[in-house]
């Protein structure tokens, strides 16, 4: 026996471990929440994290641009218990310092279960550069919640509708900052 079989073996007389189970992959298929989400933001999204851990480029596709507004799938399930963290910015300067943040949690496009809402409590923000490896990091750090958009970009929920599908139903939301990150919770 190896010693590492020994150690394992050790640690699980003494009740250190539990043996581990298999979950039934229907079980797993049932917490999926989300296939891949669509964003639209006025400017654009520079960061993904997903339960504390970079999403890689590969994973997101630009679908859209609009002078500098952006649409983009990322190819990342969701599933119950996660947390995601995008870092968005905007340019207060240009189109009279309009913004939009737009989020479509999709199975298939018009099979909508996630989406954006300043008024859903899941939503959160952080502001404070200071504060924003623990707010990757932690599913719960930051109690602040996500702002509805002061200054929208009209052309915001028509792409949201457009890419992610007609019934969409989700409202742009924001921080206080043109950098600003925000969390879903995914309940």
């Not at 699980?12 to 298999?22: F, T």
């Not at 502001?127 to 990091?137: K, Q, R, S, Y």
């Amino acid at each position: 026996m190896s010693t590492v079989r020994a150690i394992v073996a050790a640690c699980a007389i003494l009740g250190w471990v539990r043996p581990v189970q298999e979950v039934p992959i229907q079980a797993l298929e049932r917490t999926v929440r989300a296939k891949y989400l669509i964003t639209v933001t006025d400017d654009f999204v520079v960061d993904v994290h997903l339960n504390g851990k970079a999403i890689p480029d590969s994973a997101r596709h630009l679908l859209d641009e609009q002078f500098g507004a952006t649409v983009e799938r990322i190819d990342v399930p969701l599933r119950k218990g996660d947390w995601l963290v995008l870092n968005v910015v905007n340019d207060l300067m240009r189109w009279d310092g309009v913004s939009y943040f737009g989020l479509a949690g999709c199975f298939a496009e018009n099979e909508i279960s996630l989406v954006s809402d300043p008024a859903n409590v899941s939503w959160s923000v952080c502001d404070d550069p200071t504060d924003v490896p623990d707010f990757i990091a932690d599913p719960i750090f930051g109690s602040h919640r996500a702002f509805a958009v002061e200054h929208e970009w009209q052309d915001g929920t028509p792409l949201m509708k457009r890419y992610a599908g007609d019934t969409w139903n989700g409202k742009p939301l924001w921080g206080k900052t043109h950098n600003t990150w925000l969390k879903l919770r995914v309940e």
